[in-house]
C-alpha cells in the first residue's frame, strides 16, 4: 500500500510560480512511476507530469517549457514546480503513483487526495 499525500496548493496569481509536494508513505525507489494529475470543473482530466524511476520525464503539451517535475529519493517526495502560472492552470492537482512498468497512459494505481491551485488576479 502506497499513501500519497501533497501539499503545496494555493492561489496565485498569473505569472507566478509555485511548488507543489507529494510525499509518499514509503520508498519511492519502490514505485515505477510518479506524476501529477489534474482536475477542473467542466474539464476533463489531464495528466500533467510524470517521473519514472530511472528519471524519465512526460510532460502535458499544455505546461511543456513551464512545469517541471523532479523526486528527491531521500525524502519520498515527488515536487512540481510550476512557473508561468496561467488561469487555465487552476485545478485540484493530485498525486498518482504506478507500481509497475506499464504505459504512462495505463491508470494510476494509487491517488493522492489532491491539493487546490487556484491562478487568479
Known amino acids: 500500500q502506497v499513501q500519497l499525500v501533497e501539499s503545496g496548493g494555493a492561489m496565485v496569481q498569473p505569472g507566478g510560480s509555485l511548488r507543489l509536494s507529494c510525499a509518499a508513505s514509503?520508498?519511492?525507489?519502490?514505485?515505477?512511476?510518479m506524476g501529477w494529475y489534474r482536475q477542473a470543473p467542466g474539464k476533463q482530466r489531464e495528466r500533467v507530469a510524470t517521473i519514472t524511476r530511472g528519471g524519465g520525464t512526460n510532460y502535458a503539451d499544455s505546461v511543456k517549457g513551464r512545469f517541471t517535475i523532479s523526486r528527491d529519493n531521500a525524502k519520498n517526495t515527488v515536487y512540481l514546480q510550476m512557473n508561468s502560472l496561467k488561469s487555465e492552470d487552476t485545478a485540484v492537482y493530485y498525486c498518482n503513483a504506478w507500481l509497475h512498468v506499464v504505459a504512462v497512459t495505463t491508470t494510476p494505481d494509487y491517488w493522492g487526495q489532491g491539493t487546490q491551485v487556484t491562478v487568479s488576479s
Open positions: 514509503g520508498s519511492i525507489l519502490s514505485i515505477y512511476r
